[in-house]
C-alpha cells in the first residue's frame, strides 16, 4: 500500500468546490484547508503509478492551482501480516 501526503492549492473562493472534488476520487481523503487555500490531503493506492496517475488528475480537477506530494510511504501488507 502507498500512502501519499499532497497539499493543493487553490483560490480561497473554490475551496469548498475543490475539496468536495477531490473527496470524490477513491482513495482520497481531505483532512483540511487553511484560509489561503491549501487544503491537507492523504491519497492511499497500491501501486505508485496509481499514485502519480492520481496526482495529475488531481491538478486537473477545476480550480486547482497545483497538488504537490510533500510526503510518501509504501507499507508492505502482505509482510506485516507475515511478521504477525
Known amino acids: 500500500m502507498n500512502i501519499s501526503g499532497v497539499v493543493v492549492r487553490t483560490f480561497p473562493r473554490n475551496l ?4 468536495q472534488t ?3 476520487f477513491e482513495g482520497v481523503e ?4 487553511n484560509e489561503d487555500g491549501r487544503l ?4 492511499e493506492k497500491q501501486g505508485e503509478r496509481d499514485i502519480a496517475d492520481l496526482l495529475v488528475h488531481m491538478q486537473d ?3 486547482v492551482l497545483s497538488a504537490s506530494m510533500v510526503y510518501h510511504q509504501f507499507e508492505d501488507l502482505g509482510q506485516q501480516e ?3
Open 40 to 43: 491537507v490531503v492523504t491519497v
Open 22 to 24: 477531490l473527496e470524490q
Open 16 to 19: 469548498q468546490d475543490v475539496w
Open 82 to 84: 507475515a511478521e504477525q
Open 30 to 33: 481531505v483532512h483540511g484547508a
Open 61 to 63: 480537477v477545476p480550480g
